[in-house]
């Protein structure tokens, strides 16, 4: 940004003290700007001062690993290596060792042990997520860990035997192959009258090419509440009827069905599509089973009454599932016959753990809106002792700035209690009652109302939970919170703050209750993960609070606590690999030791939070195209990268190739660099010989078990030569378990 800023004429150099009028960039994330008066200070976004095109460069979308980020890891957390098991995070120590300075992971162990873990070893590393009754420091040197591990090893082989039968029946039956895009489907697309983000674009291209392809489609649409699923399932459905196939659109309550139908209803206006609904509340509910028998509907959308028997297609070609867990096991089986033959498309804001670990394992492909619309704002939630002035405040604010409110409670029955006490506690507020045992006309009338803003305040259930969406609905207040799980009291948050306006959570418990350690845990999540792009993680908290057992039954989810969430995907993926015949590519790293100071200053970047999260992306730059971007990310956020940074990426790409060339360490000694391989690589005698034939007097094979190369550096120290070098190895070996 300085740099932009300088080409613009301002000079504004990074994290510079002002002592008179002036500029200055903070490496600091900023939604939108502030003024201090008394003070003369201004404080302006990256998105203030270059605009909205800005942000969207910016914003630009990437497949995500669905895991759990380092950068969220505090001291205090327990984590999980792979080698030494589970431990303590304490923080980051700069260290001197050999005469050279470097930064450390320093995690506590059983009887209170430390290991100094370099951050050049992040990658093995996680954060632990499980069970917290599972959160027993591991003995550093004892059987236990491998013993845990070896247990889950086995079990595992077992589910992954399972999960690869799903994948092979769906590999060998052939879905219906979608033409190419019509004229219709882009002037469908050119009639959104939003931007789409670049999450929603990248989404919509993998559904096609998934739907053009041969194979049945299973792909899980992960996308925080309000980052426009909806939009991408639409042009999924409108593909399909091009086709002549039909579409059915199942959701999980009456009240999302009819919000559905009235999007579809706009969205496909102008054109020949028949589109209808099956819920409770459908008055000829037969009659709209014989128009999908004969053809006539090309779009149905309803809740699970179309699971029913009774409910057959002409040419069903689409399934767009919305929040599939919250479904019931007969539904959910229902479901799973339904997948076999057609494609599906699964929307979800917090997807349970399992249908993550399918996502990620390959089983299922996976798609991620991981932008927000421009205009948003992140809610502001609060977790509050219940008190009716809170409430009575909370309802003027949102009303005096012309906005309206939910009041959400749990059971129907104490629903007139609260009416009553509201309209005594807020009279100036014009109430109205939501639940889902109201018949149809009852319902339709009041939401109708509410939305038309003939009422200010919503007493409801959780009818609203899913997919409403009321842009000038900015205050929510939820009674009793802490008896909801974690994924619902995330969805309530997002049903707010859907316009340019800041939402307001409000999640109470009674006061005087003791609160239950999960329901603790629960409301500390909520009003911890606020910022946009929160589900994934919530999905991972979730996990931590409940354990799996669930989710994956008693056996797997004891051996998940045991090792963690992450290294037991990793281990799933592994398996499941194998027992396809396509096993997970070797990776083994390579230690790199260069005699160089490597690591990031304090002076450079002070936060801890940060400093991990850059760590982490160093640690995947392992070939020079990324370490350029990871340089250059470093400059546009902190600034002139110091030397200490510019060693620590130029170890990242040797570490790489290293890697790559089977190698397990790379050590430099004065001029020499010994690359010492890994005790499984077998080196191809004729292809070396002719390798070092071609740099003659620089490198030499030295025949240890297991060999060596020391290769001396020309005069200057450059390592370009010597990444061709290591480059070249890779030609010359193989490993053990290839043969």
């Not at 591991?138 to 860990?145: I, Y």
């Not at 192959?177 to 789409?196: G, H, K, L, P």
């Not at 009456?254 to 009235?262: D, P, S, Y």
């Not at 997948?339 to 599906?344: A, E, G, L, M, P």
Request: net charge neutral; aromatic share 8%; hydrophobic share 40%.
């Amino acid at each position: 940004m300085s740099d932009a800023l300088f080409e613009r004429d301002v000079v504004a150099p990074v994290g510079a003290e002002l002592s008179g009028p002036g500029a200055a960039v903070l490496p600091l994330y900023l939604e939108e700007g502030f003024e201090l008066s008394e003070e003369k200070i201004l404080f302006l976004s990256e998105k203030d001062i270059f605009g909205v095109a800005a942000a969207r460069r910016r914003g630009k979308s990437r497949n995500r690993k669905p895991v759990v980020l380092l950068a969220d890891l505090r001291a205090g957390d327990m984590v999980v290596h792979e080698i030494h098991g589970k431990g303590r995070y304490l923080g980051l120590k700069t260290m001197e060792v050999g005469g050279v300075s470097s930064e450390y992971m320093e995690i506590e162990y059983k009887d209170n042990d430390r290991l100094f873990i370099p951050t050049t070893q992040i990658a093995r590393l996680d954060k632990y997520v499980g069970p917290e009754e599972e959160q027993k420091l591991s003995k550093l040197g004892g059987r236990e860990w491998e013993n845990a591990k070896t247990r889950a090893r086995a079990s595992v082989k077992k589910l992954a035997e399972n999960l690869a039968e799903i994948y092979r029946e769906r590999s060998v039956r052939t879905g219906y192959q979608f033409a190419q895009d019509t004229v219709w489907q882009r002037q469908f697309e050119d009639n959104f009258e939003y931007e789409e983000t670049p999450g929603q674009q990248e989404s919509i291209e993998q559904i096609k090419k998934d739907m053009e392809s041969a194979k049945i489609m299973d792909r899980l649409l992960l996308g925080d509440v309000g980052y426009g699923k909806t939009e991408v399932a639409l042009r999924a459905a409108f593909k399909a009827v091009m086709d002549s196939k039909q579409v059915a659109v199942l959701v999980p309550t009456t009240l999302l069905a009819r919000q559905h139908f009235n999007t579809f209803l706009d969205r496909f206006s102008g054109f020949p599509v028949r589109i209808e609904q099956l819920s409770r509340y459908t008055k000829r509910p037969q009659t709209v089973m014989e128009n999908l028998r004969s053809g006539k509907t090309d779009i149905v959308i309803g809740t699970h009454k179309l699971l029913n028997k009774g409910v057959r297609y002409k040419d069903l070609g689409l399934l767009v599932i919305d929040e599939e867990h919250r479904f019931g096991v007969s539904h959910k089986e229902r479901i799973k016959d339904m997948k076999r033959t057609v494609d599906v498309l699964t929307l979800t804001a917090t997807p349970i753990p399992r249908t993550l670990e399918m996502a990620m394992t390959g089983i299922r492909d996976i798609s991620t809106i991981d932008t927000p619309p421009d205009i948003r704002k992140e809610v502001q939630a609060f977790v509050v002792p219940f008190d009716w002035g809170t409430v009575r405040d909370a309802v003027l604010k949102e009303m005096n700035r012309g906005g309206q409110v939910y009041f959400v409670c749990r059971r129907i029955s104490e629903m007139d209690y609260l009416a009553d006490r509201l309209h005594k506690q807020v009279p100036e507020a014009r109430l109205a009652m939501a639940h889902g045992r109201m018949n149809e006309q009852e319902s339709e009338s009041v939401m109708e109302a509410f939305i038309q803003k003939q009422y200010d305040l919503l007493l409801c259930t959780t009818i609203i939970e899913s997919g409403i969406d009321i842009p000038s609905v900015n205050t929510i207040i939820v009674y009793e919170a802490d008896k909801f799980g974690l994924a619902q009291l995330y969805q309530l948050k997002g049903r707010i703050g859907r316009s340019n306006l800041r939402g307001y959570a409000y999640f109470t418990h009674l006061a005087g209750e003791n609160l239950g350690e999960g329901a603790q845990k629960r409301l500390d999540a909520i009003r911890e993960f606020t910022q946009f792009g929160s589900g994934m993680k919530i999905a991972m908290r979730d996990l931590e609070i409940r354990g799996a057992g669930n989710i994956l039954g008693p056996e797997q989810s004891g051996h998940m606590a045991d090792i963690g969430y992450n290294l037991y995907l990793r281990m799933v993926q592994e398996e499941v690999g194998k027992t396809m015949g396509t096993p997970v590519p070797r990776k083994e790293e390579a230690s790199v030791e260069l005699a160089e100071n490597a690591y990031i200053p304090e002076s450079y970047i002070s936060d801890e939070s940060l400093k991990l999260d850059m760590y982490k992306k160093v640690a995947e730059a392992d070939t020079v195209k990324k370490a350029k971007e990871v340089r250059a990310e470093f400059l546009d956020r902190f600034g002139e990268p110091p030397r200490e940074v510019e060693n620590l990426l130029g170890a990242a790409v040797i570490k790489g190739y290293a890697s790559r060339a089977g190698l397990l360490s790379v050590v430099r000694i004065k001029h020499t660099v010994n690359l010492k391989f890994a005790e499984d690589v077998i080196v191809n005698p004729e292809a070396m010989i002719r390798l070092l034939s071609s740099v003659k007097n620089t490198a030499v094979l030295r025949h240890t078990t297991p060999p060596y190369i020391a290769y001396r550096l020309k005069s200057g120290g450059s390592y370009t030569e010597m990444l061709q070098f290591m480059d070249k190895i890779r030609h010359c070996i193989s490993f053990a378990d290839q043969v």
